[in-house]
C-alpha cells in the first residue's frame, strides 16, 4: 500500500545549526501533511502542518516546505537545540486512506550535540 | 499535554489472555484512533472511530476489537494476546478528522505478553 518514508534513519547536527529532515510520500492524492516530534518514552507531539494547496508554512523555528511535483516534503529547524533531540515523523493523510487517518513514515533521529 | 489518558502505561501478560487498553479523552473530540509502534514500522493504524458506537478497521486490526460508548473512551481489547502484540500503543484524538485537523497523541502503553 501507500507509504510515507524519510530518507534518513539518523541524522547528527552541532547546537546552533540548520536541521533539515526529509520525508517522500509516494501518495499523489495526500492533500494534508503533519511533522510530529517524538521524545523518548512520550507520544508523538504535533510540531507543524502544511495543506497540499501550500508549499510553504513557517512556526516558530520550524519551516516545511511540501514539493508536490516530486512528492516531497522537508522540515527544517533553525537554530538546532540539545532539546530538539528526538524521533521525527512525517505523516500524510487523504481523502482514500480509512477514517482520514495519518499515515506514518519510519522516523529519523534527530542528535544534537553542545 | 491534550487531555488524553491511556490507561494503564505498562502492562505484562501472559499468551492467550485478553487484555483492554483504555483512552479517555476531555477534549470532546469526534475522532478517536489506536495505533501501534513498533521499531522499524513507525506507527500503523489498529482501528479508529469516528463518533460513539461508530469504528472502522486501519491497517493492522487482526487480533483487535475496539468499542466506544462515550465520546470520551475508546478501548482496545486484544482477544487473545500473542507474542507478536508486544509493543507500544498510542491513543490519538482528532477534532474532525485527520484529513483536516492534526491529530493529538496520548502518553503511550507499553504491553508486553510472554
Known amino acids: 500500500g501507500e507509504s510515507v518514508g524519510l530518507h534518513l534513519p539518523t541524522l547528527s547536527v552541532q547546537e546552533g545549526d540548520n536541521s533539515i529532515i526529509n520525508c517522500a510520500y509516494s501518495n499523489s492524492a495526500s492533500d494534508y501533511f503533519i511533522w510530529y516530534k517524538q521524545e523518548s518514552g512520550k507520544g508523538p507531539q504535533f510540531i507543524i502542518d502544511?495543506?497540499?494547496?501550500?508549499d510553504k508554512r513557517q512556526g516558530q523555528r520550524v519551516t516545511v516546505l511540501l514539493n508536490k511535483t516530486v512528492k516531497h516534503l522537508s522540515l527544517q529547524i533553525a537554530a538546532t537545540q540539545p532539546g530538539d533531540s528526538a524521533v521525527y515523523f512525517c505523516a500524510e493523510s487523504s481523502p482514500s486512506q480509512a477514517g482520514t487517518a495519518l499515515i506514518f513514515g519510519k522516523g529519523t533521529t534527530l542528535s544534537v550535540s553542545s | 499535554d491534550a487531555g488524553i489518558t491511556q490507561s494503564p502505561r505498562h502492562k505484562v501478560t501472559e499468551t492467550g489472555t485478553p487484555v483492554t487498553l483504555r483512552c479517555h479523552q476531555t477534549?470532546?473530540?469526534?475522532?478517536m484512533y489506536w495505533y501501534r509502534q513498533d521499531p522499524g514500522h513507525g506507527l500503523r493504524l489498529i482501528h479508529y472511530s469516528y463518533g460513539v458506537k461508530d469504528t472502522d478497521k486501519g491497517e493492522v486490526s487482526d487480533g483487535y476489537s475496539v468499542s466506544r460508548s462515550k465520546t470520551e473512551d475508546f478501548l482496545l481489547t486484544l482477544e487473545s494476546a500473542t507474542s507478536s502484540q508486544t509493543s507500544v500503543y498510542f491513543c490519538a484524538i482528532s477534532e474532525s478528522g485527520t484529513g483536516n485537523t492534526e491529530a493529538f497523541f496520548g502518553q503511550g502503553t507499553r504491553l508486553t505478553v510472554v
Open positions: 502544511i495543506r497540499s494547496n501550500m
Open positions: 477534549e470532546n473530540h469526534r475522532y
